[in-house]
């Protein structure tokens, strides 16, 4: 009954988190892109260009072209297609409308490109960001990466820079230099960014802690941290006295606190901690 609850519980967050950052997504996306015609990032990025030969607005192409590729996902990949995927893809399309019939936008917020450029890039590399972390993604460009995927050998990463290329070389003949030097900017800073913010969303503290007395500080981490630790004996090189090595890992805010129990407990013992964005095991991530 408990593993059942933990597991609703589980997935109300992640779906909670995939709303949020959808959110944040299309702010970023309906407030600052599509006003300045910023043409990278995908779909929406190509939006901004064929905005320009259509009666679509960029919103509701972007719409349009999510439902198609969803369809042909469903069609190509079956069950393995993502139900996570489809929620975040249907929920961005749900927010772009809302946003055009509620706040309907004839030019920038500002007579600052630059700065509208920035977040650009900032809002939709954090939700992409958080997105990935809960294993989802927005739809998309993504969708023909999981199709390619499955049924060709070609390189994902160098197909989808093409089609973010393709938009950004559309933008300098459809909307001039000034905006295809701001997209071709935002193209290079984009990916910078949705990294930077995913390895700080994962970062985690991995301790290896060199003491001698090891009992109060596991002690701490099980019941007070609720975390594990591996232990084993070692002996020092110069003083061949033996010592006992505990290794374990856990939150930044976590590591806050473990640093100052042992401080407090055994200031001698002799402290590494190392930063690591990727731990794959039971409490973190899984395969």
Request: hydrophobic share 50%.
């Amino acid at each position: 009954m408990k593993q059942t609850e933990n597991k609703v519980l589980r997935t109300l967050m992640e779906y909670g988190l995939i709303t949020l950052s959808i959110w944040v997504m299309v702010i970023g996306i309906y407030f600052f892109k599509f006003p300045n015609n910023f043409a990278f990032g995908g779909i929406t990025g190509f939006s901004t260009v064929i905005s320009a030969f259509t009666h679509w607005s960029p919103g509701e192409f972007t719409t349009i072209v999510n439902t198609i590729l969803l369809i042909v996902g469903f069609l190509f990949l079956g069950r393995g297609f993502g139900i996570k995927t489809v929620y975040a893809s249907v929920l961005m399309s749900v927010f772009l409308y809302l946003l055009e019939h509620l706040c309907p936008l004839s030019r920038p917020l500002t007579t600052e490109p630059l700065l509208e450029l920035i977040f650009a890039i900032l809002l939709p590399s954090v939700g992409s960001a958080i997105l990935f972390s809960v294993g989802a993604s927005s739809g998309g460009t993504d969708v023909i990466a999981m199709i390619l995927k499955k049924f060709t050998s070609y390189n994902i990463g160098t197909v989808l820079l093409l089609v973010d290329v393709a938009a950004v070389i559309m933008a300098y003949f459809v909307f001039g230099p000034e905006t295809g030097l701001f997209s071709t900017l935002g193209l290079l800073a984009k990916s910078l960014v949705i990294d930077d913010v995913i390895e700080n969303i994962n970062l985690c503290k991995c301790f290896s802690i060199i003491c001698d007395d090891p009992t109060p500080i596991c002690e701490y981490i099980i019941h007070g941290l609720n975390r594990s630790a591996t232990v084993y004996e070692a002996q020092g090189a110069f003083t061949h006295h033996k010592k006992t090595v505990i290794l374990t890992t856990m939150k930044r805010s976590q590591a806050l606190k473990l640093r100052n129990y042992i401080r407090n407990v055994e200031p001698s013992a002799f402290i590494l901690i190392s930063n690591s964005s990727e731990i794959i095991g039971k409490g973190f991530m899984t395969n």
